[in-house]
């Protein structure tokens, strides 16, 4: 089986080595093709003004000078065009995607590229707590359970073009209660919040501070899932079209 990994932490990112760690559980046969610094919160942006370069960094090891989309596409007409992947791998991101964090997401914008092209792909985080981590975020939890998750799934059926997008809870691992196929969450934002300083020459610059404020709908989501402490997993998909809201459209056109 070749296995493709990718990610948008960049190709020196930490959990990049944990994401490689868990495929050589399956193959030998790994590529990796990521961006070659860090790209959060590129979503399925692509870089259409300015070139691509692609830099080795050992044998099947690359790096663009673009985003987690770019990288995939890079992979797939380019460095792997005469051998494609069976599976295309995307993380293990530093912090989490969950909910509508999932359309923010360069890990899972990887993911998704790959599925676009008829290729099973998987976007795994590990979500940590944000106060005071810094850099020292653990990934205890996807290194015990990465591999766990992703075997059922290999052998599983899947629908065309969807996403398996896999969550690993805050907690030790001797903590984690199991795995949890869970719907995709909602939060209820709170108005986004500028922070404004001043830098040493007197220019305002500003800080996005979203002040999400999760919400627990009355069914089990991946927010919930995650914060009881389960590895989650949720099969996503890029058809956006809202088919309750189709009929009363189709009538007022008429």
């Not at 830099?55 to 690359?62: D, L, Q, S, T, W």
């Not at 596409?73 to 069976?86: G, I, Q, S, W, Y």
């Not at 707590?129 to 990934?139: I, L, M």
Request: with cysteine; net charge negative; glycine share 8%.
């Amino acid at each position: 089986m070749r296995i493709l990994l990718s990610n948008d932490d960049g190709i020196h990112a930490p959990g990049l080595a944990v994401l490689e760690t868990i495929a050589r559980a399956f193959s030998d046969d790994i590529t990796i093709v990521a961006p070659i610094e860090e790209q959060s919160g590129a979503g399925r942006s692509l870089t259409l003004t300015r070139p691509i370069r692609l830099h080795a960094f050992g044998e099947k090891k690359f790096a663009v000078t673009g985003t987690p989309t770019d990288a995939v596409m890079m992979a797939l007409a380019h460095v792997m065009k005469d051998n494609p992947p069976d599976l295309i791998l995307s993380g293990v991101n530093r912090g989490a995607n969950l909910a509508e964090d999932v359309t923010y997401s360069g890990t899972v914008a990887a993911a998704m590229e790959g599925a676009m092209a008829g290729i099973r792909s998987v976007a795994m985080s590990q979500v940590y707590r944000r106060e005071g981590a810094g850099n020292d975020v653990p990934f205890d939890v996807a290194e015990q359970w990465g591999e766990r998750v992703l075997r059922p799934l290999i052998d599983a059926p899947w629908a065309p073009r969807t996403v398996m997008n896999i969550n690993f809870p805050a907690i030790a691992t001797d903590q984690v209660r199991g795995i949890r196929v869970a719907e995709q969450g909602l939060r209820d934002y709170a108005a986004a919040r500028l922070d404004r300083r001043t830098d040493l020459r007197g220019f305002d610059y500003y800080w996005l501070n979203l002040g999400r404020a999760p919400q627990t709908p009355g069914h089990r989501t991946d927010l919930e899932a995650s914060a009881d402490g389960y590895v989650t997993v949720t099969p996503l998909h890029c058809n956006l079209t809202h088919q309750p809201s189709m009929a009363g459209l189709d009538k007022i056109y008429r």
